[in-house]
């Protein structure tokens, strides 16, 4: 089926993580996490302004450039995804049957950029991608432990222009695609 002008995405398919190999964020690491049991994947695009006004008008108003604030929710705990928005260590020990794995997080681990990928399957055919260039968890990162609950991790935070050669500049892009494929 041809590419239809108006996408209908439905559903959350997959959101996949991808790092970058340099704390400028000028290069993605080769592979992406899996965020598994994703649930949601939101985003705004925004902006501040500063308003010029007097003589009881607004003259003018001016842009400080805009941002996408976005938030993401998966079940489970999965080390390396929160690894990738918190900053931090993952350790492993032991062999089976007792092997260990430790995330740690210092006072001195600050949290990197990475990239955001989400894929939802659309009604009108193929597939609709949302990506984030290059996000930070600016927000909280936040799970919760309850009686007769799965565990659940949610994060949020903003993105910003990449430094990226190949996606310089570009804040986000939506990727409607004629047969679905699979986030990379």
């Given at each position: 089926m041809p590419l239809d002008t108006h996408p209908l995405p439905f559903g959350l398919r997959d959101v996949h993580l991808t790092g970058f190999t340099t704390q400028a964020a000028t290069e993605y690491e080769p592979t992406s996490i899996d965020l598994p049991v994703s649930r949601t994947f939101s985003f705004s695009d925004t902006e501040d302004f500063e308003d010029l006004q007097g003589d009881d008008t607004t003259a003018a108003s001016h842009g400080s450039g805009p941002s996408v604030e976005w938030e993401l929710e998966s079940g489970g705990l999965p080390f390396s995804a929160f690894k990738l928005m918190a900053g931090g260590t993952i350790t492993e020990s032991g062999t089976?049957?007792?092997?260990?794995?430790?995330?740690?997080?210092?006072a001195t681990d600050s949290r990197?950029?990475?990239?955001?990928?989400?894929?939802?399957?659309?009604?009108?055919?193929?597939?609709?991608?949302?990506l984030v260039?290059?996000?930070?968890?600016?927000?909280?990162?936040?799970?919760?432990?309850?009686?007769?609950?799965f565990q659940l991790l949610s994060a949020s935070g903003r993105g910003f222009p990449s430094t990226v050669t190949a996606d310089e500049g570009k804040l986000y892009d939506f990727v409607q695609n004629e047969t679905a494929i699979a986030v990379s």
């Open positions: 089976t049957p007792a092997m260990k794995k430790v995330f740690s997080k210092l990197p950029y990475f990239k955001v990928e989400g894929q939802a399957i659309s009604d009108s055919g193929g597939d609709v991608h949302g260039f290059k996000a930070k968890a600016t927000g909280s990162l936040e799970g919760e432990w309850a009686q007769g609950a």
